[in-house]
């Protein structure tokens, strides 16, 4: 089947600094990856949506500037959170969408927390 | 717009017997259906899907799920549960064409397999 995958699995950080995760889709080519958080007990919000090699969509109430998405490859997808603080501490979890299907196929996600 | 209903949080089943996990959306536009396992601190999994076509849906694990159109339902059923069942279930709809193709989470059900 197909696989997602994400790196860090988990990331602990000082509040100010910068912090890049990686999702990859290993086994098939992705036009179009996601970006959700997803807070302890609740479901998934989505944060954006990203395609190759145009500019991310945020949802709304998602700051662009603060999440920096970049979608270099048709297999990979970066998430860079910027200036992270405390409140940013969260359960990161990307999916990317088979080319061609409807289905999306989710990493394991990324843990991080925030000093 | 789309919004997906998953009645009951908390499901709590001996083990062996029938898991019925509730779920029900709107949607304006031919939706797709989806069902997703999230075991912790993982990302989803999926369970099964409806695209179109037979509307009894047999997925992984033994579980199956039923569209019912109009009901505008897309209940999870398995007929004995196992302790490996024991998870978070999101049930989450897409629209079958066009640019509203994100995923529509619901806020999930705890599934709890007592022994």
């Known amino acids: 089947g197909a696989v997602v995958s994400q790196h860090p699995s988990w990331v602990i950080c000082k509040s100010g600094t910068s912090v890049k995760i990686e999702c990859r889709s290993l086994?098939?080519?992705?036009?179009?990856m996601f970006w959700y958080r997803q807070f302890p007990k609740q479901s998934l919000m989505l944060m954006a949506t990203s395609n190759e090699g145009s500019k991310a969509t945020y949802e709304q109430g998602v700051e662009k500037d603060k999440f920096l998405i970049n979608h270099a490859s048709l297999t990979l997808s970066t998430l860079t959170v910027t200036s992270a603080h405390p409140e940013d501490s969260s359960f990161y979890i990307c999916?990317?969408?088979?080319?061609?299907?409807?289905?999306?196929?989710f990493g394991p996600g990324t843990r991080l927390t925030v000093l | 717009a789309q919004s997906v209903t998953q009645l009951g949080s908390h499901v709590s089943v001996s083990e062996g017997a029938l898991v019925l996990l509730r779920c029900n959306y709107s949607s304006s536009v031919p939706p797709y259906l989806f069902w997703y396992v999230q075991y912790p601190n993982q990302g989803l999994q999926l369970l099964l899907k409806?695209?179109?076509?037979?509307?009894l849906v047999k997925g992984i694990n033994g579980f199956e799920a039923e569209f019912k159109k109009s009901e505008t339902s897309f209940h999870l059923t398995k007929p004995s549960a196992h302790m490996s069942d024991a998870a978070e279930y999101f049930c989450?709809?897409?629209?079958?064409?066009?640019?509203?193709?994100?995923?529509?989470f619901g806020s999930g059900t705890q599934l709890t397999v007592l022994p």
């Open positions: 989450a709809v897409s629209a079958a064409s066009g640019s509203a193709r994100q995923l529509t």
């Open positions: 409806y695209t179109t076509g037979a509307t």
């Open positions: 999916s990317a969408r088979e080319w061609g299907t409807d289905t999306q196929y």
């Open positions: 086994d098939f080519q992705a036009t179009t």
